[in-house]
């Protein structure tokens, strides 16, 4: 599976900007989908996760804010991000695993195998 993360960019604070992740290569309906975030010096952070029964997850610190879906049409997967804080700025990466229904481990990094390159979100004060 190769993703390709898009959609970053600089908003201010209370704004709204929507992240896309484009899946080819294997059958993208069967995996998981999720959102991670880091700032550096500071480990990958959980974001938001997608089962292939689109069951959603999401960190408490994003709850209400952000959106996650997935288009298995369009073998892709969309973060809908809005009332943007400053603490929102990081880089954002797309990534993907096989679901065997292990809810638990979906907000793991290291749970998942297929990584996007990443896409800086800033969010000014």
């Known amino acids: 599976v190769q993703l390709q993360a898009s959609g970053g960019g600089l908003v201010q604070s209370g704004g709204s900007l929507r992240l896309s992740c484009a899946a080819s290569g294997r059958i993208f309906s069967g995996y998981v989908m999720a959102w991670f975030r880091q700032t550096p010096g500071k480990e990958r952070e959980f974001v938001a996760a997608i089962s292939r029964s689109h069951v959603t997850y999401y960190a408490e610190s994003v709850k209400g804010r952000f959106t996650i879906s997935r288009d298995n049409a369009k073998n892709t997967v969309t973060l809908q991000m809005n009332s943007l804080k400053p603490e929102d700025t990081a880089v954002y990466y797309c990534?993907?695993?096989?679901?065997?229904?292990?809810?638990?481990?979906?907000?793991?990094?290291?749970?998942?195998?297929?990584w996007g390159q990443g896409t800086q979100v800033t969010v000014s004060s």
């Open positions: 990534a993907a695993v096989w679901d065997r229904g292990y809810s638990g481990s979906y907000y793991r990094s290291s749970s998942f195998d297929y």
